[in-house]
């Protein structure tokens, strides 16, 4: 007896001792090179199945002797698995690799895997009609190739592809080769920088045709870049030609407000109706539906790559700081090309939408730190998109325009999310260290909670004996399906002369009533005129 308690006491101390079981957090994968064999997909009659292998160089995160990586089944075969591995399985969309020794916290190992993608559509891998192309958002890059994929373990990336010698090939980062055989090219593309898994793309096709230009670095640097715009005929070249003259003025504008455009090359290609998206800012080699040569989208996707690309959202909880941002910035762009009423109109019209489809949820859902997000939920046009827009638009109105544009040039500089991600923690965090402001109110309420106010608004006027005019002015809120909004509020007063003045308060409880005293007899009181607070109602 005393011999089996020993033994099951050593089983248990070696069984808590041991490394423990494959997860897809135990590894930081450091780089993919991943190689394609797409004859196949861009020959007659346009098969969908391809060979590839997949090169991970990753650490250890804890000391370990399995890892898992994710890879669906529905899509993809392994046929192998080498390098640092003994064995695999392959079920539940994920590649399990038992490796050949046990691997303490931060040693690097690489291994191995061949796979083919079948003959079948999913919604990452498209191949129709002699055009190929990617989109992995949110969680699709495990259809196409064995990797680790989640947003928040950014690698870099080379990508080698055999094509017909006919077909225009691009991917993430620099051509660093290409090698003619055959009637065949391979093309080797290489990431200077860091990607996440969402984010890897290439596009290829016979049917491309390619514009070049050049953008010239801010003056403080020398050089320039190159843009490229692979389209295909029948497009509408007008609209081709005015973006690409007004990509290059984005370029200067956005290097100027917020960092010099953090990428090696800045790419667009269109795609064909089965896209699912008006774009996608794979990074890069953005991805556009058909002939959407469209302004206002074209900056979107550039926008991204300073927020989204370059800083990564930690988790897809955090899609807002991606969203968001780059619907304000479609914003900001008509501000500095064609002023601030069109500035103003264009932020009305995303309040607009959102008002029009308020899903009822709050931008922030811990619901959704996933692996596989509920896209629908997770990309909602109205609380993604427009809502979480119209809040930077009143973040500025809170801080005021020196301190907000300070805020994000430095949160665009800042090495701890330069080429790294972030959550909405730190980013609220780092707001209120720039501005130095105490924000929690802001952010708690229109971040993390749902809906909006609604106004209720009440005034009365007396005429005092000493011939002052005496106006209180209640606002109330009465939306029942959410908390209640704290905001500055302005509020217009228009006397019978006719003149004006703009008074502002702080607005911070229920029922608030706020006194006033005129010289002369007010004729109109107006609630918030320059519409500041944005996402509301007035009833």
């Given at each position: 007896?005393?011999?089996?308690?020993?033994l099951?006491?050593?089983?248990?101390?070696?069984i808590?001792?041991a490394?423990?079981?494959?997860?897809i957090?135990?590894i930081?994968?450091?780089h993919?090179?991943?190689?394609?064999?797409?004859?196949?997909?861009?020959?007659p009659?346009?098969?969908?199945?391809?060979?590839?292998?997949?090169?991970?160089?990753?650490?250890?995160l804890?000391?370990?002797?399995?890892?898992s990586?994710?890879?669906?089944?529905?899509?993809?075969?392994?046929d192998?698995?080498s390098?640092?591995s003994?064995s695999?399985?392959?079920?539940g969309?994920?590649?399990?690799?038992?490796?050949?020794?046990?691997?303490?916290?931060g040693?690097e190992?690489?291994?191995?895997?061949?796979f083919r993608?079948?003959?079948?559509?999913?919604?990452?891998?498209y191949c129709?009609d002699?055009?190929?192309?990617?989109?992995?958002?949110?969680?699709?890059?495990r259809?196409?190739f064995?990797?680790?994929?989640?947003?928040?373990?950014?690698?870099?990336?080379?990508i080698?592809?055999?094509?017909p010698?006919d077909?225009q090939?691009?991917?993430?980062?620099?051509?660093?080769?290409s090698?003619?055989?055959?009637?065949a090219?391979?093309?080797v593309?290489?990431?200077?920088?860091v990607?996440?898994?969402?984010?890897?793309?290439?596009?290829?096709?016979?049917?491309y045709?390619?514009a070049v230009?050049?953008?010239e670095?801010?003056?403080?640097?020398?050089g320039a870049?190159?843009?490229?715009y692979?389209?295909?005929?029948?497009?509408?070249?007008?609209?081709?030609?005015?973006?690409m003259?007004?990509?290059?003025?984005?370029?200067?504008?956005?290097?100027?407000i917020y960092?010099?455009?953090p990428?090696e090359?800045?790419?667009?290609?269109t795609?064909?109706?089965h896209?699912p998206?008006?774009?996608?800012?794979?990074?890069t080699i953005?991805?556009?539906?058909?002939?959407?040569?469209?302004?206002?989208?074209?900056?979107?996707?550039?926008?991204?790559?300073?927020?989204?690309?370059?800083?990564?959202?930690?988790?897809?909880?955090?899609?807002?700081?991606?969203?968001?941002?780059?619907?304000?910035?479609?914003?900001l762009?008509i501000?500095?090309?064609?002023g601030?009423?069109?500035?103003?109109?264009?932020v009305?019209?995303?309040?607009?939408?959102?008002?029009?489809?308020?899903a009822?949820?709050?931008?922030?859902?811990?619901?959704?730190?996933?692996e596989e997000p509920n896209?629908?939920q997770?990309?909602?046009?109205?609380?993604?998109?427009?809502?979480?827009?119209?809040?930077?638009?009143?973040?500025?109105?809170v801080?005021?325009?020196?301190?907000f544009?300070?805020?994000l040039?430095?949160?665009?500089?800042?090495?701890?999310f330069r080429?790294?991600?972030?959550s909405?923690?730190e980013?609220?965090?780092?707001?209120?260290?720039v501005?130095?402001?105490?924000?929690?109110?802001?952010?708690?309420?229109?971040?993390?909670?749902?809906?909006?106010?609604?106004?209720?608004?009440n005034?009365?006027k007396d005429?005092?004996?000493?011939?002052?005019?005496?106006?209180?002015?209640?606002?109330?809120?009465?939306q029942k399906?959410?908390?209640?909004?704290?905001?500055p509020?302005?509020?217009?007063?228009?006397?019978?002369?006719?003149s004006?003045?703009?008074?502002t308060?702080f607005?911070?409880?229920?029922m608030?009533?706020?006194?006033?005293?005129f010289d002369k007899?007010?004729?109109?009181?107006?609630?918030?005129?320059r519409?500041m607070?944005?996402l509301k109602e007035?009833?």
């Amino acid at each position: 007896m005393k011999f089996l308690i020993a033994l099951v006491a050593l089983i248990s101390g070696l069984i808590l001792n041991a490394p423990s079981r494959a997860d897809i957090q135990s590894i930081d994968v450091l780089h993919y090179d991943l190689s394609l064999n797409l004859l196949n997909n861009l020959t007659p009659p346009y098969k969908k199945s391809y060979d590839g292998s997949v090169t991970i160089n990753a650490k250890a995160l804890a000391e370990t002797n399995e890892i898992s990586l994710n890879a669906h089944n529905y899509s993809l075969l392994i046929d192998g698995v080498s390098g640092s591995s003994k064995s695999f399985s392959h079920s539940g969309n994920k590649l399990s690799i038992v490796l050949d020794r046990n691997y303490a916290e931060g040693e690097e190992f690489s291994v191995t895997v061949n796979f083919r993608h079948k003959d079948v559509f999913d919604t990452a891998f498209y191949c129709n009609d002699g055009l190929v192309y990617t989109d992995s958002e949110s969680a699709g890059a495990r259809r196409w190739f064995p990797c680790k994929d989640v947003p928040n373990d950014k690698a870099t990336v080379k990508i080698t592809a055999v094509v017909p010698a006919d077909v225009q090939f691009c991917a993430n980062g620099l051509m660093t080769d290409s090698i003619s055989s055959s009637g065949a090219i391979k093309y080797v593309y290489e990431s200077k920088h860091v990607v996440a898994t969402y984010l890897i793309a290439f596009v290829a096709s016979k049917k491309y045709l390619l514009a070049v230009e050049e953008w010239e670095f801010p003056s403080a640097d020398k050089g320039a870049m190159q843009v490229r715009y692979y389209y295909q005929r029948g497009e509408t070249m007008f609209n081709l030609k005015n973006v690409m003259l007004k990509t290059n003025r984005m370029l200067d504008y956005f290097s100027e407000i917020y960092s010099k455009y953090p990428f090696e090359k800045l790419g667009f290609a269109t795609t064909d109706r089965h896209f699912p998206w008006g774009g996608m800012e794979n990074q890069t080699i953005i991805t556009l539906c058909p002939d959407c040569w469209i302004e206002d989208l074209i900056c979107h996707e550039l926008i991204h790559q300073w927020f989204g690309d370059m800083i990564t959202p930690e988790t897809w909880a955090d899609i807002w700081l991606n969203e968001g941002f780059a619907t304000y910035n479609e914003a900001l762009w008509i501000e500095k090309a064609y002023g601030k009423q069109r500035y103003q109109e264009a932020v009305e019209y995303e309040a607009v939408k959102y008002l029009n489809s308020n899903a009822g949820w709050a931008i922030y859902n811990p619901e959704w730190k996933t692996e596989e997000p509920n896209d629908a939920q997770v990309f909602d046009p109205g609380i993604t998109y427009s809502k979480a827009g119209c809040i930077l638009y009143m973040l500025r109105h809170v801080l005021g325009d020196e301190v907000f544009f300070d805020v994000l040039k430095k949160y665009s500089n800042d090495e701890k999310f330069r080429y790294g991600n972030v959550s909405t923690e730190e980013f609220v965090s780092f707001v209120e260290e720039v501005s130095g402001k105490d924000l929690g109110w802001f952010f708690e309420q229109w971040i993390y909670g749902p809906n909006h106010p609604v106004y209720q608004l009440n005034y009365t006027k007396d005429k005092s004996d000493e011939g002052k005019w005496k106006v209180q002015y209640v606002i109330i809120q009465t939306q029942k399906n959410s908390g209640y909004f704290k905001m500055p509020v302005e509020i217009e007063v228009t006397f019978t002369d006719g003149s004006t003045k703009l008074l502002t308060e702080f607005n911070d409880y229920n029922m608030q009533t706020f006194d006033f005293v005129f010289d002369k007899e007010p004729a109109k009181i107006k609630f918030d005129p320059r519409n500041m607070i944005i996402l509301k109602e007035v009833r």
